[in-house]
T-cell receptor, first 108, second 115 residues
Framework: AQRVTQPEKLLSVFKGAPVELKCNYS??????LFWYVQYSRQRLQLLLR??SRESIKGFTADLNKGETSFHLKKPFAQEEDSAMYYC??????????FGQGTRLTINP | DAGVIQSPRHEVTEMGQEVTLRCKPI?????LFWYRQTMMRGLELLIY????????DSGMPEDRFSAKMPNASFSTLKIQPSEPRDSAVYFC?????????????FGEGSRLTVL
């Protein structure tokens, strides 16, 4: 079965330190992966998608098919990065399957 | 556009009562999704509709849960009877089904507490 796993429920780092939020997936085929973010008192929203190979708010994520991973990285964390982050996989034409989420806290 | 609109934002009810959550998708979006968010399980897909037709309801936990989409601008998720373990935040999301970008547009959620 297709599955997304985020092994860390909570992650806390200091401002200016590098951040890596882990995501592993299981999928029989060519996966399409995404990161969503939910800031405090805001709606869950798309952060980035792997096919775009983009950097959003300093975050990047590389799809590693050998390790079946799609970790989210940022070299220098900022306080405004504190949020809930979800990794997601699209299954079939439309079904988006999410991981359990990681709450990231950036300490000043 | 106000985005996806959900009501109520908060609901506190007693075990055994019927709960109805409502969702208005973004105009022009013809795919609608219901998710449940809990600390333990994260975001779980309950059901989704395409052009008002339920496509996949395999995530609906049990018969106590039902969802309808009578027209393109309205959907309901009903729990009858409710139980304390149903306490969660329920999200509705929509997307235009023509564009398969993986981007869902979420509502603000309905926080349900069943006592």
């Amino acid at each position: 079965a297709q599955r997304v796993t985020q092994p860390e429920k909570l992650l806390s780092v200091f401002k200016g330190a590098p951040v890596e939020l882990k995501c592993n997936y299981s999928y029989s085929g060519s996966p399409e992966l995404f990161w969503y973010v939910q800031y405090s008192r805001q709606r869950l929203q798309l952060l980035l998608r792997h096919i775009s190979r983009e950097s959003i708010k300093g975050f990047t994520a590389d799809l590693n098919k050998g390790e079946t991973s799609f970790h989210l990285k940022k070299p220098f964390a900022q306080e405004e990065d504190s949020a809930m982050y979800y990794c997601a996989l699209i299954q079939g034409a439309q079904k988006l399957v999410f991981g359990q989420g990681t709450r990231l806290t950036i300490n000043p | 556009d106000a985005g996806v609109i959900q009501s109520p934002r908060h609901e506190v009810t007693e075990m055994g009562q019927e709960v109805t959550l409502r969702c208005k998708p973004i105009s022009g979006h013809n795919s609608l999704f219901w998710y449940r968010q809990t600390m333990m399980r994260g975001l779980e897909l309950l059901i989704y509709f395409n052009n008002n037709v339920p496509i996949d309801d395999s995530g609906m936990p049990e018969d106590r849960f039902s969802a309808k989409m009578p027209n393109a601008s309205f959907s309901t998720l009903k729990i009858q009877p409710s139980e304390p373990r149903d306490s969660a935040v329920y999200f509705c999301a929509s997307k235009p089904s023509r564009r398969n970008t993986g981007e869902l547009f979420f509502g603000e959620g309905s926080r349900l507490t069943v006592l």
